[in-house]
């Protein structure tokens, strides 16, 4: 059983389309996130839902948007892609209190065209 | 502000040498926890462990042993008779407390690839 699944693993498509990531976790936490990791391996946040309702966006474009249907679930939709959104966008979910740690799903690698 | 510096780039090492892998942080928080993740070739990241600010306890796990030291900011972390399935890179990260506590923002370090040879 997949703790925190991600789909698709790949996607490859071209500069102007709209794609979305879907997050899906099992473990029963409340928060969700969504991270970056560019080509040098860099980890940055994007997002974070705790209870469905969103607490951080860290200055991404509003061409990204997340969705948090219930508590398990968290989408990345991304409008108009462009070359520099190229890279590997991993979900993650902890249970907010005490600072727990993140589980990660095991990342999606977006190349744009 | 937070921030996680990994000035080690990428270390080689032999097979059953040992390697310290290093991490210093910044944070004007009094509580704060401290985590180490692994990135192997496949590319998922992979929870190895968790220690809050009052634990300076070493930690040891098979292999595996964490050395924090508040006094120089530091949480090391030591690979005991390398192998190479130890190859990876290797992730420090602070945690940023947010909303009451209600969500873990983890700042990263830039991490260090680790090469194992055999």
């Known amino acids: 059983d997949t703790a925190v699944s991600q789909t698709p693993k790949y996607l ?5 389309n709209d794609k979305s990531i879907k997050c899906e976790q099992n473990l029963g936490h409340d928060t969700m996130y969504w991270y970056k990791q560019d080509s040098k391996k860099f980890l940055k946040i994007m997002f974070s839902y705790n209870n469905k309702e969103l607490i951080i ?3 991404v474009p509003n061409r990204f948007s997340p969705k948090s249907p219930d508590k398990a679930h968290l989408n990345l939709h991304i409008n108009s892609l462009e070359l520099g959104d190229s890279a590997v966008y991993f979900c993650a979910s902890s249970q907010g209190k005490e600072f727990k740690a993140l589980f990660f799903g095991s990342g999606t690698q977006l190349s744009v065209l | 502000a937070q ?3 990994q000035a080690q780039t990428e270390i080689s090492v032999v097979e059953k ?3 310290t892998l290093d ?3 910044e944070t004007r928080d009094t509580t704060y926890y401290l985590f ?3 990135q192997p070739p496949s590319g998922e990241l992979v929870f190895l462990i968790r220690r809050n600010s009052f634990d ?3 930690e040891i796990s098979g292999r595996y042993s964490w050395n924090f030291q508040k006094s120089t900011s530091s949480f090391n972390f030591t690979i005991t008779a390398s192998q190479v399935v130890d190859s990876a890179v290797y992730f420090c990260a602070l945690s940023e407390a947010f909303y009451g506590g209600a969500t873990n923002k983890l700042i990263f370090g830039t991490g260090t690839l680790l090469a194992v040879q055999p």
């Not at chain 1, 490859?12 to 102007?16: I, L, S």
């Open chain 1, 12 to 16: 490859v498509t071209q500069m102007g």
């Open chain 1, 57 to 59: 966006n860290e200055t």
């Open chain 2, 3 to 5: 921030k996680v510096t």
């Open chain 2, 17 to 19: 040498e040992d390697v």
């Open chain 2, 23 to 25: 991490c210093v942080y």
């Open chain 2, 36 to 38: 180490w993740y692994k």
């Open chain 2, 56 to 58: 300076e306890q070493n």
